[in-house]
């Protein structure tokens, strides 16, 4: 039988990666974060100073990178090229970036392809922006997470503070909202819901009720192993 393939999709700070962790320990997955795979790309293109408005160029690095993920003491390692990148990738500059990246195509192809092949054997749950609609549409559960902006810009600030990076409240709505903008609204995989995903609003719920609602539809569907 083909193992479980869970999709989880939503914008930043929206409580994705937490959940894929909790849900990959509680069930046995591997958890794959494709948004730092698109930051893993964002950070080389800038630590080999290219300009990342130039498409040619982003793309090539894109298609060249070796990509791997690990899942160790309940965290995604990110590894570049053999190279451990997990930190580097969620600085403020890689963040402010990463979005005009992700939106080439040439980019979304190369990693695209990666993630399928990770989610080929299932066993995976697999986070992003469009994990539901574009790159894993047969997915066994799919999920769309959302919060209010404002209770975002509060749980990536406590993030970036307890990672010891200086932001004001301010600075990081101001990103967040800048990112939805862009990232809703490009040509290519927009972020949305799809059609057959069961939303969660996370504004108001702590991390373990978000879990269970997901638990309790897998139960529901008889998809809980
Ligand atoms: O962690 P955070 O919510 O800040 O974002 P992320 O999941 O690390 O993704 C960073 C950026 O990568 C997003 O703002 C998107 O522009 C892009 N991304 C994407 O285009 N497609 C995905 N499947 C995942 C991320």
Same mark, same amino acid.
Do not use: C
């Given at each position: 039988?083909?193992?479980?393939?869970?999709?989880?999709?939503?914008?930043?700070?929206?409580?994705?990666?937490?959940?894929?962790?909790?849900?990959?320990?509680?069930?046995?997955?591997?958890?794959?974060?494709?948004?730092?795979?698109?930051?893993?790309?964002?950070?080389?293109?800038?630590?080999?100073?290219?300009?990342?408005?130039?498409?040619?160029?982003?793309?090539?690095?894109?298609?060249?990178?070796?990509?791997?993920?690990?899942?160790?003491?309940?965290?995604?390692?990110?590894?570049?090229?053999?190279?451990?990148?997990?930190?580097?990738?969620?600085?403020?500059?890689?963040?402010?970036?990463?979005?005009?990246?992700?939106?080439?195509?040439?980019?979304?192809?190369?990693?695209?392809?990666?993630?399928?092949?990770?989610?080929?054997?299932?066993?995976?749950?697999?986070?992003?922006?469009?994990?539901?609609?574009?790159?894993?549409? &047969? $997915?066994?559960?799919?999920?769309?997470?959302?919060?209010?902006?404002? =209770?975002?810009?509060? !749980?990536? #600030?406590? *993030? @970036?503070?307890?990672?010891?990076?200086?932001?004001?409240?301010?600075?990081?709505?101001?990103?967040?909202?800048?990112?939805?903008?862009?990232?809703?609204?490009?040509?290519?995989?927009?972020?949305?819901?799809?059609? &057959? $995903?069961?939303?969660?609003?996370?504004?108001?719920?702590?991390?373990? =009720?978000?879990?269970? !609602?997901? #638990?309790? *539809? @897998?139960?529901?569907?008889?998809?809980?192993?």
């Amino acid at each position: 039988m083909k193992r479980l393939v869970i999709a989880i999709d939503g914008p930043a700070a929206s409580g994705k990666s937490t959940t894929a962790k909790l849900l990959a320990q509680r069930l046995g997955l591997l958890p794959v974060d494709t948004g730092a795979m698109y930051r893993a790309v964002t950070l080389r293109v800038l630590e080999l100073g290219l300009d990342p408005h130039d498409e040619a160029r982003v793309t090539e690095v894109a298609r060249r990178l070796n990509i791997r993920q690990e899942f160790r003491d309940g965290t995604v390692r990110t590894f570049v090229d053999g190279r451990d990148v997990s930190e580097e990738i969620r600085t403020p500059e890689v963040t402010r970036w990463v979005s005009l990246v992700s939106s080439y195509r040439g980019v979304r192809e190369a990693m695209v392809a990666q993630q399928r092949a990770m989610a080929a054997r299932g066993g995976v749950v697999l986070e992003g922006r469009d994990i539901g609609t574009v790159v894993l549409p &047969d $997915a066994d559960l799919k999920v769309f997470m959302k919060a209010s902006a404002e =209770e975002r810009a509060r !749980r990536r #600030l406590r *993030e @970036l503070q307890e990672k010891g990076i200086p932001a004001t409240f301010e600075e990081v709505l101001a990103d967040i909202q800048r990112r939805d903008r862009l990232d809703s609204s490009r040509a290519l995989s927009p972020l949305k819901k799809a059609e &057959d $995903a069961i939303e969660i609003d996370t504004t108001h719920l702590t991390i373990h =009720e978000q879990v269970e !609602r997901i #638990l309790e *539809e @897998l139960r529901r569907r008889g998809l809980d192993p």
